[in-house]
Antibody, heavy 119, light 111 residues
Framework: HVQLQESGPGLVKPSQTLSLTCIVS??????????WSWVRQPAGKGLEWIGH??????TYNPSLKSRVIISVDMSKNQFSLNLTSATAADTAVYYC????????????WGQGMLVTVSS | QSVLTQPPSVSGAPGQRVTISCTGN?????????VQWYQQSPGIAPKVLIY???HRPPGVPDRFSGSKSDTSASLAITGLQAEDEATYYC???????????FGTGTKVTVL
């Protein structure tokens, strides 16, 4: 039974770095069948793809690319999101999600974590 | 940044059929990349209903069906049930913007 679980601070000060971790249980994060992704959703708004990490690299949303780093820790079977220079516009529920191959869809999601950027 | 346009809301009585449209362009839906549909209830992560335009993952009721034509896609829900009340998002990949894109979302209300 594969699960994803987000963790990290729920409150970040403006200009600081928003950092979240997604712990993957029940599946090896080194599997080549998946992209490990981050998606966010501001309150009352739609979904925005942030980026993903996979076996040979990372891909980011161009609008966030200058501020985003997604990394993986194989030893802990988890992947992380770092979003620098946070502003109030980054306040959202952040989901980690798994994009699977060959079917190509987000088949598994974490429960989501609300991160508020405020002083 | 939603490049996929959906109607804000649709409604129907229990047992009726409703459809949700998703309009894109030649850089996303109009490419070979498939369209996916997700259902999201308040406070809960999205759940996939349709992938690759028309395919249902295991466990998704056959009341949900998807279609695609040129640069648009549609989700149909037949035999509408109270539990179908949720927000639905389409999703694809945009080859010009180089990113995964989601639709604007459609709230389905069961009357």
């Amino acid at each position: 039974h594969v699960q994803l679980q987000e963790s990290g601070p729920g409150l970040v000060k403006p200009s600081q770095t928003l950092s979240l971790t997604c712990i993957v249980s029940g599946e090896s994060i080194s599997s080549r069948n998946y992209f490990w992704s981050w998606v966010r959703q501001p309150a009352g708004k739609g979904l925005e793809w942030i980026g993903h990490i996979y076996s040979i690299g990372t891909t980011y949303n161009p609008s966030l690319k200058s501020r985003v780093i997604i990394s993986v820790d194989m030893s802990k079977n988890q992947f992380s999101l770092n979003l620098t220079s946070a502003t109030a516009a980054d306040t959202a529920v952040y989901y980690c999600a798994r994009w699977m191959f060959p079917q190509r869809y987000f088949d598994l999601w974490g429960q989501g974590m609300l991160v508020t950027v405020s002083s | 940044q939603s490049v996929l346009t959906q109607p804000p809301s649709v409604s129907g009585a229990p047992g009726q059929r409703v459809t949700i449209s998703c309009t894109g362009n030649s850089s996303n839906i109009g490419t070979g990349h498939g369209v996916q549909w997700y259902q999201q209830s308040p406070g809960i992560a999205p759940k996939v209903l349709i992938y690759g335009n028309t395919h249902r993952p295991p466990g998704v009721p056959d009341r949900f069906s998807g279609s695609k034509s040129d640069t648009s896609a549609s989700l149909a829900i037949t035999g509408l049930q109270a539990e179908d009340e949720a927000t639905y998002y389409c999703q694809s990949y945009d080859t010009k913007l180089n990113l995964f894109v989601f639709g604007t979302g459609t709230k389905v209300t069961v009357l």
